[in-house]
């Protein structure tokens, strides 16, 4: 059975990066699936980061591609998620999610990131 | 891109019927997903490709999109369904999200 763990700090300070990754297992990230990022800040609605494809193409949201990188590493069978340049704004969940079908429909437990000093 | 609009709130007596839309440019041109969350939980698909249910999602659930609106309807809502609802919709290579409606039973 798919699962997705996300990992990383929970407190990033003001003006640095932010670093994630998402463990898949369960199944291949080569398998032809998309793979994609998705922030909620507190008591907010969802916004998509970004995906990576199977083949390794990226495509961010053109409001974050600026300060986005997404990557994949399919020896460990994890992909990533760098966001620079962080705000107070950018405090959130952040969820990674296996994409079929035009949706995301198998989501990890999510990693709360707060920014602060 | 496109951008999709949702009413913040909705409230229904259970058994009844909840219609639960999502408008947004040509959204009938495209394919559209939704996903309810309930509180500390993560989003879970509940409709996607418009009409479509993944495994274990009650036939209750359905979906539909023509025109600019999407819909979502749960017919004899239970109080299980109360949760914040999303749509969502690709478009090209950008995926979008609705801002959320919050489903209350009553």
């Known amino acids: 059975q798919l699962q997705l763990q996300e990992s990383g700090p929970g407190l990033v300070k003001p003006s640095e990066t932010l670093s994630l990754t998402c463990n898949v297992s369960?199944?291949?990230?080569?398998?032809?699936?998309?793979w994609g990022w998705i922030r909620q800040a507190p008591g907010k609605g969802l916004e998509w980061i970004g995906n990576?494809?199977?083949?390794?193409?990226?495509f961010p949201n053109p409001s974050l591609e600026s300060r986005v990188t997404i990557s994949m590493d399919t020896s460990k069978n994890q992909f990533s998620l760098r966001l620079n340049s962080v705000t107070a704004a950018d405090t959130a969940v952040f969820y990674c999610?296996?994409?079929?079908?035009?949706?995301?429909?198998?989501w990890g437990r999510g990693t709360m990131v707060t920014v602060s000093s | 891109s496109i951008e999709l609009t949702q009413p913040p709130s909705l409230s229904v007596s259970p058994g009844q019927t909840a219609s639960i839309t999502c408008s947004g440019n040509?959204?009938?041109?495209?394919?559209a997903s939704w996903y309810q969350q309930k509180p500390g939980q993560s989003p879970m698909l509940v409709i996607y490709?418009?009409?479509k249910r993944p495994s274990g999602i009650p036939e209750r659930f359905s979906g539909s999109n023509s025109g600019n609106t999407a819909t979502l309807t749960i017919s004899g809502t239970q109080a299980v369904d109360e949760a914040d609802y999303f749509c969502?919709?690709?478009?090209?290579?950008?995926?979008?999200f609705g801002g959320g409606t919050k489903l209350t039973v009553l």
């Open positions: 999610a296996r994409a079929t079908g035009n949706a995301f429909d198998i």
């Open positions: 369960g199944d291949s990230l080569s398998n032809s699936f998309h």
């Open positions: 990576i494809y199977y083949n390794g193409d990226t």
């Open positions: 040509e959204l009938g041109d495209k394919f």
């Open positions: 490709q418009d009409y």
């Open positions: 969502q919709a690709w478009d090209t290579t950008t995926v979008v």
